[in-house]
């Protein structure tokens, strides 16, 4: 019985449908280097499990499993359904996480600098917004998130923190002063205070922050792939890199930058890639039209666009 049918006729995940979760949660860390849970430096079992159940334990876990219900029509339909719940999973737990850390950072960074200062009790914004201390922002930001990002990128005199795998601790990111120098760009852009998030989300876009390279043991993996021979394994992903390198060589820079957030709303998309509105919509319609004419008839298509969009998702160079 294959998981699909298994959750079909009890309505719940049984042993194959767990499986299947374990192996889709595998799968989707590695082609999307995803960092792993806190505590983990490896996507071990233990780790895959952990995820896997989180996947459907938290608030959205049973608007997930509706959906896959619903959506899927048959065992591939299923399996593509969960890679992208899966997939939207561990990319929402990156991002809080990143995000996290990020505004922890700012907040140390901007305590310290004399440029700013956070809204004084009795204004809009106060105890929670950041405004410049010559008093040029006053009141509230309510604008476009491109329009910081713009001004964040003609900040051009920066210094990037390189990330390096045997790293202790998270990089930083960028010195102290880049950082400051992109937030006051944004505050001058926005002409009003701004939440320590949404200069979050600026100096995200501007550092290209994203999940860092991660390391996945296959000898931790294999035990879940029982009857599968190891060289079938290793032609089948280089059969998928092939393909998304082969889409990628069809795309114009814009068009792979679009292409990593091509599953998400064009409103964001267009935050994301700096474009207007119009033109996002545009240019993801184009993309989905390439990778329909690239892919269409590719048996492993999804994986493929998958990992395409991984590797167009911008984020730091290693240090070498």
Same mark, same amino acid.
């Given at each position: 019985?294959?998981?699909?049918?298994?959750?079909?006729?009890?309505?719940?995940?049984?042993?194959?449908? =767990?499986?299947?979760?374990?192996?889709?949660?595998?799968?989707?860390?590695?082609?999307?280097?995803?960092?792993?849970? =806190?505590?983990?430096?490896?996507? =071990?079992?233990?780790?895959?499990?952990e995820?896997?159940?989180?996947?459907?334990?938290?608030?959205?876990?049973?608007?997930?499993?509706?959906e896959?219900?619903?959506?899927?029509?048959?065992?591939?339909?299923?399996?593509?359904?969960?890679?992208?719940?899966?997939?939207?999973?561990?990319?929402?737990?990156?991002?809080?996480?990143?995000?996290g850390?990020?505004?922890?950072?700012?907040?140390e960074?901007?305590?310290?600098?004399?440029?700013?200062?956070?809204?004084?009790?009795?204004?809009?914004?106060?105890?929670?917004?950041?405004?410049?201390a010559?008093?040029?922002?006053?009141?509230?930001?309510?604008?476009?998130?491109?329009?910081?990002? =713009?001004?964040?990128?003609?900040?051009?005199?920066?210094?990037?923190?390189?990330?390096?795998?045997?790293?202790?601790r998270?990089?930083?990111?960028?010195?102290?002063d880049?950082?400051?120098?992109?937030?006051?760009?944004?505050?001058?852009?926005?002409?009003?205070?701004?939440?320590?998030?949404?200069?979050a989300d600026?100096?995200?876009?501007?550092?290209?922050?994203?999940?860092?390279?991660?390391?996945?043991?296959?000898?931790?993996?294999?035990?879940?792939?029982?009857?599968?021979?190891?060289?079938?394994?290793?032609?089948?992903?280089?059969?998928?890199?092939?393909?998304?390198?082969?889409?990628?060589?069809?795309?114009?820079?814009?068009?792979?930058?679009?292409?990593?957030?091509?599953?998400?709303?064009?409103?964001?998309?267009?935050?994301r890639?700096?474009?207007?509105?119009?033109?996002?919509?545009?240019?993801?319609?184009?993309?989905?039209?390439?990778?329909g004419?690239?892919?269409?008839?590719?048996?492993?298509?999804?994986?493929?666009?998958?990992?395409?969009?991984?590797?167009?998702?911008?984020?730091?160079?290693?240090?070498?």
């Amino acid at each position: 019985m294959s998981a699909w049918e298994e959750l079909q006729r009890d309505g719940v995940f049984g042993t194959e449908a =767990t499986v299947e979760l374990y192996r889709c949660v595998r799968a989707v860390a590695r082609a999307g280097n995803f960092p792993p849970p =806190t505590g983990y430096q490896q996507w =071990t079992l233990d780790a895959i499990e952990e995820t896997a159940h989180e996947v459907f334990a938290d608030a959205k876990g049973p608007q997930r499993l509706v959906e896959l219900a619903v959506k899927a029509h048959d065992g591939t339909s299923f399996r593509r359904l969960l890679e992208q719940v899966v997939r939207n999973f561990l990319r929402d737990r990156a991002r809080a996480t990143t995000k996290g850390r990020l505004i922890r950072r700012l907040r140390e960074v901007l305590d310290g600098d004399p440029r700013f200062r956070s809204v004084p009790d009795g204004q809009p914004g106060a105890g929670r917004n950041i405004e410049l201390a010559d008093g040029t922002t006053p009141g509230v930001w309510n604008g476009r998130m491109t329009d910081l990002v =713009t001004a964040a990128y003609k900040v051009t005199d920066v210094t990037i923190v390189r990330w390096r795998p045997d790293a202790r601790r998270e990089s930083p990111v960028a010195d102290a002063d880049s950082l400051a120098n992109v937030c006051e760009a944004a505050l001058r852009a926005a002409g009003a205070s701004l939440a320590l998030a949404d200069l979050a989300d600026v100096v995200a876009a501007r550092f290209a922050v994203g999940p860092t390279p991660v390391v996945t043991p296959v000898d931790d993996i294999d035990p879940w792939l029982p009857g599968v021979d190891t060289i079938e394994v290793v032609q089948a992903e280089a059969e998928i890199r092939a393909g998304a390198e082969r889409l990628l060589a069809q795309l114009t820079k814009r068009e792979q930058l679009v292409l990593a957030y091509l599953d998400q709303p064009v409103r964001q998309i267009a935050d994301r890639t700096g474009l207007g509105k119009s033109v996002a919509a545009q240019v993801a319609a184009r993309v989905k039209e390439i990778a329909g004419q690239i892919l269409g008839a590719e048996p492993r298509r999804e994986d493929m666009l998958s990992l395409a969009q991984s590797l167009a998702t911008p984020r730091p160079y290693d240090e070498h």
